[in-house]
């Protein structure tokens, strides 16, 4: 049996559609702050790997600013004439380019023609390098630090970052230092920090961001620009430093960046870290939220719908209990009637009249007997059921008789007729059927009537009585 539509169903079911958008709002809500706070975990972590790297950087400028002193003491020592001083410092210089801290390859300086007059690299020859950027930026007037772009050594004979400062004299320009950093050591270096972290580290020129060290593939990306836009407002200027989500033109991956602009020297640190690492736990988390909510969501209906079906079935089975209850008492008045009629010269039925709009009825279908009548007819009851039943037991005159009785039965509402009726041993009786409409149902005419045998003698007139109202 289906659930048919109710007054409180039907609000159980608004109810429902309401609190399904609700939840679903709520869960969509939910998933929003949980990647919101995501979001601000990686960035917290970045914030952290930048600093980290800001301090590892600022340990290396200082170390950078004590052999720049260093080699200005070896020249001066040079010029005033101390061989044993200026050998001393050059052989320490020298052994520091060797261990490769901070990743020196090369420790050198440049005169102010721009040849190379001293270096750490054994077996050196003096080289023009009046065309390369770090010695014409610092010519040209640069007092900062400078950082180039990797470029090939002509005295080291290897790929380089140069790092240098101006060499002044009487506040005039008389040469340059010059500090050589391999950015494949400088990377290890940076990949032996962050190795286990997930995140990648990089320093890039703030010039061009020209990508100088990174912690992970450094040989593919070393020496190329990744997109790293930034606009430089008021906030920067204040903070120096940014947060961003921006997809990368160097492995086209979708990724979350941290990034600080140094104050003591011209360079960007930057972390990265895929944004998988947000949307890959959000989206699992989304999938477990929605399908918690749609689960939920179809239990509730489902609690919706097997209340009503139980208080449907409960009223059915109320019903069905007032059915039987009806018809036992049904029963026991027909077994009452039948006590009651069995010596009667009577039998009583209840039967309905069908027909169709317009046209005469043509039937009565009876659906009950009382007892006697087969001593009465000589029929049993399963006989004389049918609606033709009986015009096939009489005369002609009969079924003529039997059709006017129907006729105003269903315009008067009662009627009676006479006719003959064969009984089974083929002998004939005269009966009287009289009838009433009791009500209707549908299309049909609800009727209580009679048979009686007033059979006077086998000799009587055969012929029918008029049909009267």
Do not use: K
């Amino acid at each position: 049996m289906g659930i048919r539509p109710t007054r409180g169903l039907l609000l159980a079911l608004l109810l429902w559609a309401a609190g399904t958008v609700g939840v679903v709002a709520l869960g969509e809500r939910a998933v929003a702050r949980d990647e919101v706070a995501r979001v601000a975990d990686v960035q917290r972590e970045l914030q952290w790997a930048v600093e980290g790297l800001r301090h590892s950087v600022r340990r290396a400028l200082e170390t950078l600013e004590d052999l720049h002193a260093l080699a200005q003491l070896r020249r001066r020592m040079e010029h005033a004439g101390d061989a044993a001083a200026t050998a001393a410092i050059g052989d320490r210089l020298a052994a520091i380019a060797r261990q490769e801290r901070f990743g020196i390859r090369q420790i050198a300086e440049i005169d102010a023609d721009g040849m190379l007059r001293w270096t750490t690299t054994p077996g050196w020859e003096p080289v023009d390098l009046s065309d390369r950027e770090h010695f014409q930026v610092h010519r040209d007037g640069r007092r900062a630090l400078f950082v180039s772009r990797p470029v090939m050594g002509r005295a080291s004979g290897s790929w380089t970052v140069q790092f240098t400062r101006p060499i002044l004299e009487d506040g005039h320009f008389a040469g340059v230092i010059v500090f050589s950093i391999d950015p494949r050591l400088l990377s290890r270096a940076l990949e032996r920090i962050h190795q286990h972290s997930g995140i990648i580290v990089g320093i890039l020129r703030t010039a061009d961001r020209t990508l100088i060290a990174r912690s992970e593939n450094a040989a593919q990306y070393v020496g190329l620009q990744p997109v790293f836009h930034f606009q430089m407002t008021e906030e920067l200027r204040r903070d120096r430093g940014g947060f961003l989500r921006t997809r990368s033109n160097l492995d086209d991956t979708s990724s979350f960046y941290s990034f600080r602009i140094l104050d003591e020297a011209p360079l960007v640190l930057a972390a990265r870290t895929p944004a998988a690492v947000v949307e890959e736990p959000a989206a699992v988390f989304r999938h477990w939220v929605r399908l918690g909510v749609g689960t939920g969501s179809l239990l509730a209906l489902a609690a919706i719908a097997i209340l009503f079906q139980r208080r449907q079935t409960a009223a059915t089975r109320r019903l069905l209990e007032d059915i039987r209850h009806d018809s036992a008492t049904a029963r026991a008045a027909w077994q009452r009637l039948d006590q009651l009629t069995s010596a009667a010269p009577a039998a009583l039925y209840a039967a309905e009249i069908t027909a169709q709009e317009g046209a005469p009825p043509t039937g009565l279908s009876r659906n009950h007997f009382t007892g006697n009548v087969e001593r009465v007819t000589g029929w049993p009851p399963e006989a004389l059921a049918p609606a033709a039943s009986i015009a096939e037991r009489t005369d002609n005159a009969g079924r003529l008789g039997r059709l006017e009785f129907l006729r105003r039965l269903a315009e008067h509402g009662e009627a009676s007729t006479e006719y003959r009726l064969r009984r089974p041993d083929g002998s004939w009786i005269r009966v009287r059927e009289d009838g009433r409409v009791i009500g209707r149902q549908g299309g049909a005419l609800q009727i209580c009537g009679s048979l009686s045998d007033v059979t006077r003698s086998e000799t009587a007139d055969h012929a029918p009585l008029p049909a009267t109202p």
